[in-house]
């Protein structure tokens, strides 16, 4: 059984994929081909967005937009506790200080509620400006963004999403990638939409906003790659890695996206009353990065997740530590962690199940087997 059956993914789409391969070869337009402004053009009108600039991966996309807004050295940027390095590692990057903010214990999102409160915090110290709230659309269910949106209006800080994981989720039908002032998303390969290496993307409706992110993509790039105005980065997207991802998107908008939302919605119904299974608010829809189950506590995640693994049924654990406790974070000597307690507690406990389009009704049965077989 595979965490993420790529396999059985491209054996599905195998002519297609070969296909549209094969036409790159043919054309030897390796960089910046035709391909990439097509895929460029179908996300941004998937996502209903002005804009999208692909870039080399996620968190390219992630750091490119903090360049564009001119985030540095000062500046107070918002972020889950609960989330993958990369958010807050291009915070450290640019300069700018990462403020770890808790998350919701339902949707492991950060919680606007706390957030307001660290928003405060920083104000009245009055040592950091607060410029960004980088929220994340985290294993596929988009944050909350009504609320988090009236705390950025409020605070006149600007919005990133982080929809690495949550490309196609949405709410009341409004698609994820278009929440934030800028959005990103990634294209590792077992990201809900994923290449075949690394891809990323970045979406905004700010013309001035996305221009700047296209030179700073080829190295700060003017009229030509040439003539170089700013201090940019090395981050296209490869033309073969968009080929792909057209073939993908193609499945991922017709059957998969549907498909492994009916998959997730059978485990829920027969995990139900064994652990606690995700929680999806009404009027959202995931697109299931992950399925991420919460277990009792440490010692019976550990022991179920080895449990699994003698079963020949992978699981992995999404994250095995706190934003915070990072050692690469050290250096900021953080103090702040009596309100972090949610997101402690769920590294102790989350286990995430395998889950992917392709997953066969016996599959699903044998690893919910396996999981009451062990806690009950």
Known sequence: MEFRDLNTQYNVLKKEMDKAVLDVMSEGNFIMGRQVAEFEKQLADYVGVKHCITCAN???????????????????????????????????????????????????????????????????????????????????????????????????????????????????????????????????????????????????????????????????????KYDNVRIGLNSRLDTIQAAILQVKLKAFIDYELADVNAIAKKYTHLLENVVITPAIPDGYYSSWAQYTIVLPDKERRDGLQEHLRRKGIPSNVYYIKPMHQQGAFAYLEYKDVEDLEVTKDLCERVLSLPLHPYLKDNDIERVVNEVKLYLC
Not at 103 to 111: A, G, L, P, R, Y
Request: one cysteine or more.
């Open 58 to 224: 996620g968190t390219d996309a992630l750091q490119l937009a903090l360049m564009a807004w001119g985030i540095g050295a000062g500046d107070a940027v918002f972020i889950p506790d609960f989330t993958f390095f990369a958010t807050g590692e291009v915070v450290s990057l640019e300069k700018a200080t990462p403020i770890f903010v808790d998350v919701e214990e339902k949707t492991f999102n950060i919680d606007p509620e706390k957030l307001e409160k660290k928003i405060k915090k920083v104000v009245e110290k009055g040592e950091l400006k607060p410029r960004v709230i980088i929220t994340v659309d985290l294993f596929g269910c988009p944050a909350n963004y009504e609320e988090l949106r009236a705390i950025a209006d409020r605070y006149e800080l600007l919005l990133l999403e982080d929809s690495a994981q949550g490309f196609g989720g949405s709410i009341d039908g409004k698609m994820a990638c278009s929440f934030g002032d800028i959005s990103t998303t990634s294209f590792f390969p077992a990201k809900p939409l994923g290449c075949y290496g690394d891809g990323g993307a970045i979406f905004t409706d700010d013309d001035e906003m996305a221009e700047l992110m296209r030179s700073y993509r080829i190295h700060g790039k003017g009229k030509d």
